[in-house]
C-alpha cells in the first residue's frame, strides 16, 4: 500500500535496510484464496519469521533490528517481540484496548466528527449507515462480553467467530502488554486519526509511561494511513520521529 511503500523508501533514502512485506490476507485475496481459516496468531507468525529472515542477511545487523507495526501490527507488536532479540519497536496507530471496545469507540468517535461537519446534510448517509453499524458492533460487543460469540458463525460480514474470540483474547489488558515489553517503544498517533483516535490514547497516556523507555508522539493533521490530512503525501515527521527513535537506541 501506498503509505507503506513510501514509508519504506524514505527510510532506505536514509540509508536503513527495511523488510516491507504484504499482510497474508490481502495476499490470499488478491489470489482469490480462501482467507477465512486465517487467524490473528498467524500475522503475528508471520512477523516473527520476517525477523529471523533478516537475522540471515549478511548486510542486516542483528543487534540493530528494530519492528514496525501498523494498527493492528501495532498491538500486536508485544507478541511478535516477544523472544525475537530486537533492538525497539516502534507502535504506528495501536489499537490499546480490547477490539471489540475499540470498534464501538471508533464507530461512535467516527460518527461525532461527521456530525460536526455536517452543517449542510452532506454527510446524512454515510451517518446512517454508521449508525447502522454501531448498533451491529454493540450487539456483537455485548456477546462477547457475555461469551456468547459462536466461533463458527460470521461476524461484520468478513470474519469468523473464532477469528474475532482469538483478537479479543489477544488485545486484552493492552496497557500493561506494552509496559511489560523487554525493549525500547515509540508510539506515535496522528490528531486526525479516525480509527484509533488519539484522544483514547491520551486517556491511557499516563498509565503507559509507567515504562520509562517508552515514548509517545502525536502528529498533528496525520490521519490513521499516515497521510496529512487533505493530501495523498505521507507525513514526513513519521519518518522523522522513526530515525530520531532509532538513533537514541
Known amino acids: 500500500l501506498a503509505p507503506f511503500k513510501d514509508l519504506s523508501e524514505q527510510l532506505v533514502s536514509n540509508n536503513f535496510i527495511v523488510l516491507k512485506y504484504d499482510k497474508r490476507t490481502y495476499t490470499m485475496i488478491k489470489n482469490n484464496q480462501d482467507a477465512l481459516n486465517v487467524m490473528p496468531e498467524d500475522f503475528i507468525k508471520d512477523a ?3 525477523i529471523r529472515y533478516l537475522k540471515t542477511l549478511p548486510e542486516v545487523d542483528r543487534d540493530k533490528i528494530v519492528v514496525i507495526g501498523h494498527s ?23 489499537g490499546i484496548i480490547e477490539i471489540t471496545d475499540l470498534m464501538v469507540y471508533q464507530i461512535e468517535y467516527q460518527i461525532k466528527n461527521l456530525e460536526k ?30 461469551e456468547e460469540i459462536e466461533p463458527d458463525n460470521i461476524y461484520l460480514d468478513s470474519m469468523t467467530g ?12 493492552m ?21 484509533t483516535p488519539y484522544e483514547l490514547l491520551k486517556e491511557k497516556e499516563n498509565e503507559l509511561k509507567r515504562k520509562e523507555d517508552l515514548q509517545i508522539i502525536y502528529i498533528e493533521n496525520m490521519g490513521h494511513e499516515l497521510y496529512k490530512t487533505g493530501t495523498a503525501k505521507i507525513e514526513e515527521k513519521v519518518v522523522e520521529q522513526i530515525i530520531e527513535f532509532i538513533s537514541l537506541i
Request: proline fraction near 3%.
Open 117 to 146: 461537519l455536517n452543517k449542510d446534510n452532506t454527510y446524512d448517509d454515510l451517518i446512517n449507515q454508521l449508525e447502522s453499524l454501531l448498533q451491529e458492533m454493540k450487539e456483537i460487543n455485548e456477546k462477547m462480553k457475555k
Open 162 to 173: 473464532k477469528f474475532l474470540l482469538q483478537w479479543s483474547e489477544l488485545t486484552q489488558n
Open 175 to 195: 496497557v500493561d502488554k506494552f509496559i511489560n515489553m523487554k525493549v525500547p517503544v515509540l508510539i506515535i498517533n496522528g490528531t486526525e486519526d479516525l480509527k
Open 72 to 94: 493492528q501490527g501495532a498491538s500486536f507488536l508485544p507478541y511478535i517481540v516477544e523472544g525475537q532479540n530486537v533492538a525497539a519497536a516502534i507502535a504506528i496507530s495501536p
Open 48 to 50: 516473527q519469521a520476517a
